[in-house]
Nanobody, 126 residues
Framework: QVQLVESGGGLVQAGGSLTLSCAAS????????MGWFRQAPGKEREFVAG????????DYAGSVKGRFTISRDNAKNTTYLQMNSLKPEDTAVYYC???????????????????WGPGTQVTVSS
């Protein structure tokens, strides 16, 4: 059974930084691409960033490109999201997501997440 658990959220002032972590278990982590998504109040869940199974390729939403960095440590079964220059519009619940398909492309992972963590709240004050 795949389990994802996010951590690292909190309250930060605009311009500040946070690093989120997603610990995965239940299958061979290094075979699966991973993604970060977020959902703001009253809005649909949206893609934030993705990374391939080996970490060789990444993908970002336009709104976070240049400010956020996704990475992974396959030895620790963990994916990270480094968030810099945070803005109030980044306020949301952030979710780690992944697909059932091993060795999936970034596009597939972005559009077909099958598993989710419970999420972690990020609040950016102005």
């Amino acid at each position: 059974q795949v389990q994802l658990v996010e951590s690292g959220g909190g309250l930060v002032q605009a311009g500040g930084s946070l690093t989120l972590s997603c610990a995965a278990s239940g299958r061979t982590f290094s075979r699966y691409s991973m993604g970060w998504f977020r959902q703001a109040p009253g809005k649909e869940r949206e893609f934030v960033a993705g990374i391939t199974w080996g970490g060789g390729s990444t993908d970002y939403a336009g709104s976070v490109k240049g400010r956020f960095t996704i990475s992974r440590d396959n030895a620790k079964n963990t994916t990270y999201l480094q968030m810099n220059s945070l803005k109030p519009e980044d306020t949301a619940v952030y979710y780690c997501g992944t697909t059932q398909r091993p060795y999936s492309t970034l596009l597939w992972t972005r559009n077909h997440p099958d598993y989710w963590g419970p999420g972690t709240q990020v609040t950016v004050s102005s």
